[in-house]
């Protein structure tokens, strides 16, 4: 999975109406140590419409800086090791864009924007669902960036965020065979099919701790359909949009238990060289920015 973007809400209303009542206009402490090697945190600004700040050490270098330009629309810039990325958010349009610049991500700077995002995780409380527009804004991008194939082409995106979420169960095409989690047929490429699309439109919701159909490609097979258990009670929450269960997570949808199983099977989870899933990321961007924070069906 890949991409970047410019921003607009029914769930604009998430990401901008939770977001815009919560949190007084207390300044946080200035920086926030982080225990696995003495990189920090260190917030610049943070008021009601702005919040930057810098996460720096062992050679990682964040600057982030999110801005607030109206009731449901912000701005945001950001640099990993010099990596600059730009993203603006319009709820009320219900649009989006961001870019990468045409530039790439490696293992060094995802494993910042990880680090980052747990750090603003302690730095917040855990409170993703409190945070204002431009702060959860800020928080959902560094979160699908950090999930980026290794060396993916990060060109500039457009996100059309009108379509109402969908509450519909995915079933395979007549004749397609599909195969329980793990089954050996599975992992060699059992199944051919002439690469149907296994995209969604929009943002389609799983039932929660539920079987779901989880659909990816890659270079070795076609399409294969597998039933995959998935939500709360699963194994680190698949199905979750960003990584794990924690801070930084968004709803189970279908995009994002694709790009899931397509990680754990090609190495996408745990080798930040395996770019074998990069369809799955880029159809799950507008899933990591805008679904409902931990929800399912």
């Given at each position: ?79 990993v ?58 928080v ?13 082409t ?39 099919v002439d ?46 949009c960003?990584?794990?269960?924690g ?15 397509c ?12 770019a ?21 069906l």
């Amino acid at each position: 999975m890949s991409g970047r973007l410019r921003l607009s809400g029914v769930v604009a209303i998430v990401l901008g109406a939770t977001a815009c009542t919560a949190m007084s206009g207390e300044e946080p402490p200035a920086s926030l140590a982080d225990e696995a090697g003495g990189a920090a945190l260190r917030i610049t600004a943070h008021t009601e419409a702005d919040f930057a700040g810098t996460f720096e050490g062992a050679g990682e270098r964040v600057v982030f800086e999110a801005r607030r330009t109206g009731s449901a629309t912000a701005t945001l810039h950001l640099e990993v090791n010099g990596q600059p990325f730009d993203a603006s958010y319009d709820g009320d349009a219900k649009r989006a864009w961001w870019s990468g610049h045409n530039g790439a991500l490696y293992p060094e700077d995802l494993a910042a924007l990880k680090r980052t995002l747990a750090a603003m995780g302690d730095h917040f409380g855990g409170d993703q669902e409190g945070l204002r527009v431009h702060e959860d804004f800020l928080v959902r991008r560094i979160s699908f960036w950090s999930e980026a194939p290794a060396g993916l082409t990060m060109p500039e995106r457009e996100l059309d965020l009108s379509k109402p979420p969908g509450e519909t169960i995915r079933v395979a095409p007549p004749g397609v065979t599909v195969f329980e989690e793990d089954d050996e047929r599975a992992e060699t490429g059992g199944i051919e099919v002439d690469h149907q699309g296994s995209n969604e439109d929009g943002i389609l919701y799983l039932r929660c701790n539920a079987n779901a159909l989880a659909v990816h490609d890659a270079n070795g097979h076609c399409l294969q359909y597998e039933t995959i258990f998935a939500g709360p009670n699963s194994s680190d929450c698949m199905g979750k949009c960003g990584g794990g269960c924690g801070f930084g997570t968004a709803g189970y949808t279908y995009d994002c238990l694709d790009h899931d199983r397509c990680g754990r099977k090609h190495g996408g989870s745990f080798n930040p060289w395996d770019a074998e899933c990069g369809d799955e990321y880029w159809e799950a961007d507008d899933d990591f920015l805008h679904s409902i924070i931990g929800r399912c069906l």
